[in-house]
T-cell receptor, first 117, second 112 residues
Framework: AQTVTQSQPEMSVQEAETVTLSCTYD???????LFWYKQPPSRQMILVIR??????QNATENRFSVNFQKAAKSFSLKISDSQLGDAAMYFC??????????????FGTGTLLAVQP | DGGITQSPKYLFRKEGQNVTLSCEQN?????MYWYRQDPGQGLRLIYY???????QKGDIAEGYSVSREKKESFPLTVTSAQKNPTAFYLC???????????FGPGTRLLVL
């Protein structure tokens, strides 16, 4: 079965510090995509960063970067210089080809990140 | 501004009633999706549509129905057959063949 596991239900970080959120996944596919989405209190899902499995280089978006370890099936998110606005639920997601066609996202259960001033 | 809109923000359903959640996008995306989110869980796929007049069941389609008469619109009906409808419902869309999905603001459905 294709699953995504986020083992940290809650995390806390001091403002301006760095925090890493963990994610592991299970798949037999060789080509796929991985995502981190942020869900603030408004509950809108916002794309933070994405990684293509065939690329060895880790994706980076400003203060957000990933550590993608394909062999270990690990995809962690690092947030540098944490800001109060980073406080949210973070979901790791994996993309599969569903029904031979469209892309289905498999989500983890989320990590709730608190940022302390 | 391009984006995805969902309405209403909150919806109340009485016992035995069907209710419809609206999802509209002006991103010119081909594919649209409906997800359900329960507390302590990630999102689960209800239905998806790749093109107009075509849609497919996701993992938890029982008790739900959809239509796709226009590219911009993908309404979800929660029928009386759905015995536990209380949840947060998210609509998403994507360009066909491109893996990234973009989400609307969601609808919270509560049962009276």
């Amino acid at each position: 079965a294709q699953t995504v596991t986020q083992s940290q239900p809650e995390m806390s970080v001091q403002e301006a510090e760095t925090v890493t959120l963990s994610c592991t996944y299970d798949t037999s596919e060789s080509d796929y995509y991985l995502f981190w989405y942020k869900q603030p209190p408004s509950r809108q899902m916002i794309l933070v960063i994405r990684q293509e499995a065939y690329k060895q280089q880790n994706a980076t978006e400003n203060r957000f970067s990933v550590n993608f370890q394909k062999a270990a099936k690990s995809f962690s998110l690092k947030i540098s210089d944490s800001q109060l606005g980073d406080a949210a639920m973070y979901f790791c997601a994996y993309n599969v080809i569903y029904g031979g066609a469209t892309n289905k996202l498999i989500f983890g259960t989320g990590t709730l990140l608190a940022v302390q001033p | 501004d391009g984006g995805i809109t969902q309405s209403p923000k909150y919806l109340f359903r009485k016992e035995g009633q069907n209710v419809t959640l609206s999802c509209e996008q002006n991103l010119n995306h081909d594919a649209m999706y409906w997800y359900r989110q329960d507390p302590g869980q990630g999102l689960r796929l209800i239905y998806y549509s790749q093109i107009v007049n075509d849609f497919q069941k996701g993992d938890i389609a029982e008790g739900y129905s959809v239509s796709r008469e226009k590219k911009e619109s993908f309404p979800l009906t929660v029928t009386s057959a759905q015995k536990n409808p209380t949840a947060f419902y998210l609509c998403a869309s994507s360009i066909w063949g491109v893996e990234t999905q973009y989400f609307g603001p969601g609808t919270r459905l509560l049962v009276l």
